[in-house]
């Protein structure tokens, strides 16, 4: 079992580029997140999915963050423009609904210059 | 809202004594609460849940409902136990949202 996988790793772009991290869950489970981590501090929820609905997004700052789950399974999370405070580890993780325990990918760092 | 409180940034203990990470949390129900811990260059991963009342690598946490508190305890603290801890509350009902602390970081001092 890969684990939920993310990328890239690392990114490294200059301010009002876009940039895109792409995150593949574990097989079956039907919830995906998508968290931001900024240093020093604990992971912060943008958007859940509940197979490809998006059933949270109310901290997904909209005018320039995207992000989908086609068919339920992959997600890609977008910025565009990106912006210097947007530098942090962009984390995915995916759980069933029944367990609640979350599965972590080791995060997309993001470096806006 | 919910919210999870760790007041510690950093928790210096020396090998072999007790630890106790704190973690309050604010929800207007009944939570489903866990402790998740990344070691250094890991991702990371669940450490225990207090529904299970198990213990994991020596580690204990008890809900405390009345003091909205899900403290982490170990009587012997290990090197390998120096990590990033992040104490993390779940509404079990529809919604299902997840919130972390903003985490603690053990040092083990040998």
């Known amino acids: 079992e890969a684990g939920v996988v993310q990328s890239p790793r690392y990114k490294i772009i200059e301010k009002k580029q876009p940039v895109a991290f792409w995150c593949n869950p574990i097989?079956?489970?039907?919830?995906l997140y998508w968290y931001l981590q900024n240093l020093g501090q604990g992971p912060e929820l943008l958007i859940r999915?509940?197979?490809?609905?998006?059933?949270?997004d109310s901290q997904l700052p909209k005018d320039r963050f995207s992000a989908e789950r086609l068919k339920g399974v992959d997600s890609t999370l977008k910025i565009q423009p990106a912006e210097l405070g947007d530098s942090a580890v962009y984390l995915c993780?995916?759980?069933?609904?029944?367990?609640?325990?979350?599965?972590f990918g080791e995060g997309s760092r993001l470096t806006v210059l | 809202a919910q919210r999870v409180t760790q007041p510690e940034k950093l928790l210096s203990v020396f090998k072999g004594a007790p630890v106790e990470l704190k973690c309050n949390y604010s929800?207007?129900?009944?939570?489903?609460l866990f402790w998740y811990v990344q070691y250094s260059r890991q991702r990371l991963q669940l450490l225990l849940r207090h529904i299970s009342r198990e213990s994991i690598k020596g580690f204990t946490a008890d809900l405390n409902k009345g003091e909205t508190s899900f403290h982490l305890k170990k009587p012997f603290a290990q090197e390998e136990d120096s990590a990033m801890y992040y104490c993390a509350l779940r509404n079990p009902g529809g919604y299902q949202k997840v919130t972390f602390g903003t985490g603690t970081k053990l040092q083990v001092i040998p």
């Open positions: 999915y509940e197979n490809e609905e998006a059933v949270d």
């Open positions: 097989s079956g489970h039907n919830t």
């Open positions: 993780a995916s759980s069933l609904a029944s367990t609640g325990e979350l599965f």
């Open positions: 929800y207007s129900g009944s939570p489903e």
